[in-house]
């Protein structure tokens, strides 16, 4: 087998079985920075675990596998392999010319996909520049009239100027994108856009991004509702809820609002918490 194809399958088949567990044990559980970490590490594990040569040979099957190894050699040594390419030469040319077509197409699609990302990125930039900046502290307060705004995206907040900062709904959302910007949750979805770019092939990397946008939702409301005031901040996310077109920031009426109106109310302890962190050693 063709040693790229080979590895997407692997890196496939691994982020399936992981994203597996994450979903039948780990998801829809208040334990929201273990997920995150968990699915952003699930990421880099797959990808780089089919790279790897990791020796697993036991001392009594090393000579019987060192002779296999190299009956192997001798079998596909130059002088058997090139007869067969001589005989069949058209073939193989076309063989080759499908391979190279099949590349092609896997990095025009990777190269249409980093173009979206640059444009989402200038879109950003033009909102920055086109409305007027505040500096507070670290962080650039951006007034705006755009419809998907409040959002934050790295250190820049997007404020929508119809919301009352001052009023006790500006101050919760206000916090809310203070907190994606102070736990670096773009930085978490510039990651998964990239990978999603390179390994556009592997469905699993979808879900995974999308669950982890979730997560970011699920603690920055954590950080923002007051504990007496759940419900008034529930209604919140109802009254205004709509999506935003750009995929790289974290808009504050996020399209899963009925997952994070559930989040608000679970315990924070639930049952068997330990157990199901500790469950992924074996997976």
Partial sequence: MNPL???????????GLLYGFYHAVLRNNKFHQYNRFYLLFSILFVIILPLLDIPLYHLMTEISSTNLLKQFSVFFTSENILPNLVLKGSRSFSWYTSIY????????ISFIALLY??????????????????KLEKIFFVNTEESCAPFSFINWMFWNRRIELHSEKGEQIFRHELFHIKQKHSWDILFLEIITTIFWINPFFYLMKKELKAIHEFLADEFAVNENKKWEYAELLLMQAFDTKINLVNPF?????KRRITMLNISSKPGHQYLRKLLVIPV
Wanted: proline letters at 2%; a positive charge; glycine letters at 0%.
């Fill in 117 to 134: 990302i640059l444009f989402s990125l200038f879109k950003i930039r033009s909102l920055a520049r086109n409305n007027p900046v505040e």
């Fill in 5 to 15: 194809i080979s590895y997407l399958l692997q890196v496939i088949a691994a982020s």
């Fill in 101 to 108: 077509l099949v590349y092609t197409f896997y990095v025009l």
């Fill in 253 to 257: 009426f996020h399209n899963q609002i």
